[in-house]
Every structure is written in structure tokens, then in C-alpha cells.
């Protein structure tokens, strides 16, 4: 058991007046990392809000045994030179107490910490949890398409030299940013344990046929790169074509934009924003009202809800980006943008639905390799080697 363990990452948590400190990005798993530390020390950028905000829709990330490091932003090329000095020092000051640290790739924050480790002669691994390549150049900006490829560089860099490469999918960051060091390749979704009768209302409303047929996806509406912007494309290219389709979006962030764009291919009177919902049971059953699911990304690594998506049975369409062809198969495939051929996979899916039957248990197989139990022994299992060398 490590006595100190730190975690690097560019994440921005929010701290209130309190000082409880909360993520607009989920639950973070602080137990997989106590399980083989005692303390553990993120070190993070860190946002004061205001006495009296709501946190209503926000994720208590405060534990007991978790202590948050606040580091000036790297985020972008005038901040990585005015507050390198200033984030070096407390990456020194922090590291050089811990036994061991954990860095969160692609960060410019987790980069300059694994090289703090490695001056300071302390024990690192890293977890690679998207390209960031795709990341940014499909970030939707001129900045981001300059930077990717030297962001590509460095997280190579350090991925190689890593005694320890922890990686979400099973091929294709492996394939994009190889290690020298101990891999594994483990997703970090979790599911709970697969109820049969779930595959089983599944194929019920498969035969029923309920119209209009719905179609959804999940995304942050602040980004582009969740491929909205196709899915409305494709959906315009059907009108005419097919008995009504509804696509239902469910997503943090303005949809305002993406109203718009849905009125100009003629499709805002069946797009519907359903905006957020508590993780686990409320997503799943959002999930279980849909016909066919959609991730029609331009970067992923392993999207976590379209394995919940199989999870629920659900047929499912997906582009080539990161790891969806590890989930999906070659059929349901579709290049990222390539709207036409998106369209044409939804049209064969809604009007067959011997395929949507098996489709709906091809995913729910797929998706038993990814129960919590299953996942946690391999991960286990990888982070007491690492701690072990870390002693």
C-alpha cells in the first residue's frame, strides 16, 4: 500500500465556499486508486464559485482521503509560457512528498508532471483515455488544428517512456500511442450486472415496431466533435424518404446552436434536447425508450454511452473514430462526417427489423464484457503491479 499517491490532470474542478469541491464531468473513481494508496492528491486546475451557486447539477468529487492541489491552467500556448514556472513549482512541491503519481493523458497538466517524475526519481504511470490528435483538430478551431499535431508529439513522448501505459480501449490508442513499459487495455466503463429481461423488452418493442421510430444520442452540446452536426445532416437526407423518424439528444450544454442548425435541414419539428439527467438508472431508462442509438463522433476513445447503449439491447450505428469499431461492427460503421452513409445505415436499420433483432443481441453480448466484476480483477490486477514497483 502506497502511503501517497498524486493524480495529474487538466480537469477543472469547482470548488464552493465550503470547500467541497465538485466536477461538471461525472463521478471521478477516487477508490480505484485508494485501493492501492492511502491518500491521494489531485492536482488539477481548480475554479472558485461564488457563495450560494447551485450545485444541483454538478458531481460531488470531495472524499475524505482525496485532497485537492489547485495548478495554473496550461490550457493553451500564451498560458503553457506565462504559468509554466508557476505550475512546475507546485508539480515539484507536490511529487516530491508522494510516493508515486498517476497521469491523465492527453493534459498539458499530466505531461509536465510525468516529467517532474521522472527528474525527481518517483515511480509513474499513465492512463491514455483519447487521441488527442482527433481531439483537437475536430475541436472546431483554427488553434486547435495547428496545435494537434504537436500535442500528438509530446503525449507520444511521454506515453512511450512510461513504465506503466494504462489504456480505456483494447487496439486503437495502443496503436496510436505505443509504451515501452507494462500495458493493459481496460475500459473505464463500468456496468452493473446484465438482466435478461432487458434483451427481452427489447426484442418486444423490436416487434412491436413503435412510430415514429426513435433515434438518440448523448453528447456535450458545448462541443462539435460528438458529431450532432451529422446526426441533424442525415436525419434532413431522410425526410421524404421514411415514415417519421424523432431523434432525441440528451446532453449538458446550450442547445440554442443546435437548434438552429436543425432548422435549417428542415428537421427542428422532430429534434428533440432533453437536456441532462443523473447518471445510471435515469440514463438507462432513456436509453430503453429509443429504437436505435447513434454515435456518430470524430473523436472518442471508448464512448461510455454507447456501451451502455448495448447494454440496453439497443441497436446501434457509429463512425470509425477511436474505439467504436472494438464495440461495433464493420455494418454499422459509417466514416466521421460521412452524412450520406449515415443516412443510408439508418434507413436499412428502421426498415429491417429481423436486423435490429440481431443487432439487439449481438450488443448485449457485447456489452457482458464489460460488467464491473469482470473489468475491475484486470485493472486490479495492473495497479497492485504498479504499486508494487512503486515500493
Same mark, same amino acid.
Given at each position: 500500500?502506497?502511503?501517497?499517491?498524486?493524480?495529474?490532470?487538466?480537469n477543472?474542478?469547482?470548488?464552493?465556499?465550503?470547500?467541497?469541491?465538485?466536477?461538471?464531468?461525472?463521478?471521478?473513481?477516487?477508490?480505484r486508486?485508494?485501493?492501492?494508496a492511502?491518500?491521494?492528491?489531485?492536482?488539477?486546475?481548480?475554479?472558485?464559485?461564488?457563495?450560494?451557486?447551485?450545485?444541483?447539477?454538478?458531481?460531488?468529487?470531495?472524499?475524505?482521503?482525496?485532497?485537492?492541489?489547485?495548478?495554473?491552467?496550461?490550457?493553451?500556448?500564451?498560458?503553457?509560457?506565462?504559468?509554466?514556472?508557476?505550475?512546475r513549482?507546485?508539480?515539484?512541491?507536490?511529487i516530491?512528498?508522494?510516493?508515486?503519481?498517476?497521469?491523465?493523458?492527453?493534459?498539458?497538466?499530466?505531461?509536465?508532471?510525468?516529467?517532474?517524475?521522472?527528474?525527481?526519481?518517483?515511480?509513474?504511470?499513465?492512463?491514455?483515455?483519447?487521441?488527442?490528435?482527433?481531439?483537437?483538430?475536430?475541436?472546431?478551431?483554427?488553434?486547435?488544428?495547428?496545435?494537434?499535431?504537436?500535442?500528438?508529439?509530446?503525449?507520444?513522448?511521454?506515453?512511450r517512456?512510461?513504465?506503466?501505459?494504462?489504456?480505456?480501449?483494447?487496439?486503437? $490508442?495502443?496503436?496510436?500511442? /505505443?509504451?515501452? #513499459?507494462? +500495458?493493459? =487495455?481496460?475500459s473505464?466503463?463500468? &456496468? *452493473?450486472?446484465?438482466?435478461?429481461?432487458?434483451?427481452?423488452?427489447?426484442?418486444?418493442?423490436?416487434?412491436?415496431?413503435?412510430?415514429p421510430?426513435?433515434?438518440?444520442?448523448?453528447?456535450?452540446?458545448?462541443?462539435?466533435?460528438?458529431?450532432?452536426?451529422?446526426?441533424?445532416?442525415?436525419?434532413?437526407?431522410?425526410?421524404g424518404?421514411?415514415?417519421?423518424?424523432?431523434?432525441?439528444?440528451?446532453?449538458?450544454?446550450?442547445?440554442?446552436?443546435?437548434q438552429?442548425?436543425?432548422?435549417e435541414?428542415?428537421?427542428?419539428?422532430?429534434?428533440?434536447?432533453?437536456?441532462?439527467?443523473?447518471p445510471?438508472?435515469?440514463?438507462?431508462r432513456?436509453?430503453?425508450?429509443?429504437?436505435?442509438?447513434?454515435?456518430?463522433s470524430f473523436?472518442?476513445?471508448?464512448?461510455?454511452s454507447?456501451?451502455?447503449? $448495448?447494454s440496453?439491447?439497443? /441497436?446501434?450505428? #457509429?463512425? +470509425?473514430? =477511436?474505439?467504436?469499431?472494438?464495440? &461495433? *461492427?464493420?455494418?454499422?460503421?459509417?466514416?466521421?462526417?460521412?452524412?450520406?452513409?449515415?443516412?443510408?445505415?439508418?434507413?436499412?436499420?428502421v426498415?429491417?427489423?429481423?436486423?435490429?433483432?440481431?443487432?439487439?443481441?449481438?450488443?448485449?453480448?457485447?456489452?457482458?464484457?464489460?460488467?464491473?466484476?469482470?473489468?475491475?480483477?484486470?485493472r486490479?490486477?495492473f495497479?497492485?503491479?504498479?504499486?508494487?514497483?512503486?515500493?
Open positions: 500500500m502506497l502511503e501517497r499517491l498524486v493524480f495529474a490532470h487538466d477543472q474542478f469547482l470548488r464552493v465556499a465550503d470547500g467541497e469541491v465538485y466536477s461538471s464531468r461525472g463521478r471521478w473513481p477516487w477508490d486508486y485508494l485501493a492501492f492511502d491518500r491521494l492528491s489531485v492536482v488539477s486546475r481548480m475554479e472558485d464559485l461564488p457563495a450560494g451557486t447551485d450545485t444541483s447539477g454538478l458531481e460531488l468529487s470531495s472524499h475524505p482521503r482525496v485532497s485537492f492541489v489547485p495548478v495554473p491552467s496550461l490550457s493553451g500556448p500564451l498560458l503553457q509560457f506565462t504559468n509554466r514556472r508557476a505550475a513549482q507546485v508539480l515539484e512541491r507536490d516530491g512528498r508522494a510516493n508515486a503519481v498517476v497521469v491523465r493523458l492527453p493534459s498539458e497538466i499530466g505531461g509536465l508532471a510525468a516529467r517532474t517524475a521522472e527528474r525527481l526519481g518517483k515511480p509513474w504511470a499513465v492512463e491514455v483515455v483519447t487521441c488527442t490528435w482527433d481531439a483537437l483538430w475536430n475541436y472546431g478551431s483554427w488553434e486547435g488544428k495547428v496545435y494537434a499535431p504537436v500535442s500528438w508529439w509530446k503525449t507520444r513522448r511521454v506515453v517512456r512510461a513504465p506503466f501505459a494504462f489504456y480505456v480501449t483494447e487496439r486503437f $490508442l495502443q496503436g496510436r500511442y /505505443p509504451s515501452r #513499459g507494462r +500495458t493493459v =487495455g481496460v473505464d466503463v463500468e &456496468l *452493473p450486472a446484465l438482466d435478461a429481461a432487458v434483451l427481452d423488452a427489447r426484442l418486444a418493442r423490436i416487434l412491436s415496431g413503435p412510430e421510430a426513435k433515434l438518440g444520442l448523448i453528447a456535450a452540446l458545448s462541443v462539435k466533435f460528438k458529431g450532432v452536426q451529422t446526426a441533424l445532416a442525415a436525419l434532413s437526407s431522410l425526410r424518404r421514411l415514415p417519421e423518424l424523432e431523434l432525441r439528444i440528451l446532453g449538458s450544454g446550450d442547445p440554442t446552436p443546435w438552429k442548425l436543425a432548422r435541414h428542415g428537421v427542428d419539428d422532430v429534434v428533440r434536447f432533453d437536456g441532462m439527467l443523473p445510471g438508472e435515469p440514463v438507462l432513456w436509453l430503453d425508450e429509443l429504437d436505435l442509438y447513434l454515435q456518430p473523436q472518442e476513445g471508448l464512448p461510455r454507447l456501451v451502455e447503449a $448495448l440496453r439491447g439497443l /441497436p446501434a450505428l #457509429g463512425s +470509425t473514430a =477511436g474505439g467504436i469499431p472494438e464495440l &461495433l *461492427p464493420p455494418e454499422c460503421l459509417h466514416r466521421p462526417g460521412d452524412t450520406g452513409r449515415l443516412g443510408e445505415l439508418i434507413r436499412a436499420a426498415e429491417d427489423r429481423e436486423w435490429l433483432a440481431r443487432q439487439a443481441e449481438r450488443n448485449f453480448e457485447t456489452a457482458k464484457g464489460f460488467r464491473a466484476e469482470t473489468l475491475e480483477r484486470v486490479s490486477s495497479w497492485r503491479e504498479f504499486a508494487q514497483f512503486a515500493q
